[in-house]
């Protein structure tokens, strides 16, 4: 699953809001480097979802609709891109006749729980990091911790490239 551009910019789009308080959605745009057009959408499915609440006129702006510890970081990536779902076989209703006889199903459906559970994690520990800091860093370091990984059928551990972040680049 990929997190598309418009989830990656609501996130930050919230962030920034909680981080300053009511503010302009230009602003938000300028700072973050996010077109205003296509910032305004975000803002809008944000508001539908009762995330942000908005305001025309002098006095106006973005502001967050609840306390940021009740917003979590799978509430705003769902209001932007729907239902997270890593398959059609995982959608409610499902989209797959073959899940009592799938042998994948179950470690799909195991994986989209944990990745809905990682997600779950409130966006006050988002704004509580420094600007450049990881919310992952420590308090959820472990739940990303890679474990090691199966044999392959020759017998060999798989390779996995992580990001190097001293380097810049992929290892």
């Avoid at 551009?5 to 973050?32: F, L, N």
């Avoid at 539908?48 to 970081?73: D, F, N, Y």
């Avoid at 997600?119 to 450049?132: C, F, H, K, N, Y």
Wanted: a neutral charge; proline letters at 7%.
């Amino acid at each position: 699953m990929l997190v598309t551009r418009e989830a990656d910019y609501a996130i930050r789009c919230v962030v920034e809001v909680a981080r300053i308080g009511r503010t302009s959605a230009a602003q938000v745009a300028r700072v973050q480097g996010i077109s205003p057009t296509f910032l305004g959408k975000i803002v809008q499915s944000l508001a539908k979802a009762g995330i942000l609440a908005t305001r025309r006129g002098v006095g106006g702006g973005i502001a967050l609709a609840k306390p940021v510890e009740s917003i979590t970081l799978l509430d705003v990536i769902e209001a932007v891109a729907g239902p997270l779902c890593i398959n059609e076989c995982l959608q409610t209703p499902a989209q797959c006749d073959h899940i009592e006889s799938c042998p994948a199903y179950p470690y799909l459906s195991e994986a989209q729980a944990k990745l809905r559970e990682t997600l779950d994690v409130s966006l006050a520990l988002l704004v509580a990091e420094p600007r450049g800091g990881s919310a992952l860093e420590g308090t959820l370091g472990s739940v990303f911790a890679p474990e090691p990984l199966p044999p392959n059928r020759n017998g060999e551990r798989a390779r996995v490239r992580t990001a190097d972040p001293a380097a810049g680049r992929d290892s």
